[in-house]
Nanobody, 119 residues
Framework: GQLDESGGGLVQAGSSLRLSCAAS????????MAWYRQAPGKEREIVAS?????????YATYSVKHRFTIIRDNAKNTLYLRMNSLEPEDTAMYYC????????????WGPGTQVTVSS
């Protein structure tokens, strides 16, 4: 399966963005999915995850939990990440894929979408 992330950009602190991740070749409805990010010089880290049905959602940190919302639309085969009150520390390349807590990654990594937050 293939993934294509979009929606990133250069924004000021306090702004909002909505990232999209369109899947093809496989149905995201078969998988628990997640958003990941990788900041310069750092390893890729999980940001948020959502179960296949959407019933279970987890966020990596307290800060993300109260500013970000992960959403899935299985009918559109698309995963979203709504990000509010963006902070410079959120600057990173954002990716989606299956949730690694439930096994190997099930999709090829997409190109990612860059989020840059200026102070």
């Amino acid at each position: 399966g293939q993934l294509d992330e979009s929606g990133g950009g250069l924004v000021q602190a306090g702004s909002s963005l909505r990232l999209s991740c369109a899947a093809s070749g496989r149905n995201i409805s078969d998988y628990n999915m997640a958003w990941y990010r990788q900041a310069p010089g750092k390893e890729r880290e999980i940001v948020a995850s959502i179960s296949w049905s959407g019933a279970n959602i987890n966020y990596a940190t307290y800060s993300v939990k109260h500013r970000f919302t992960i959403i899935r639309d299985n009918a559109k085969n698309t995963l979203y990440l709504r990000m509010n009150s963006l902070e410079p520390e959120d600057t990173a390349m954002y990716y989606c894929n299956s949730d690694y807590h439930h096994g190997p990654y099930c999709f090829s990594w997409g190109p990612g979408t860059q989020v840059t937050v200026s102070s």
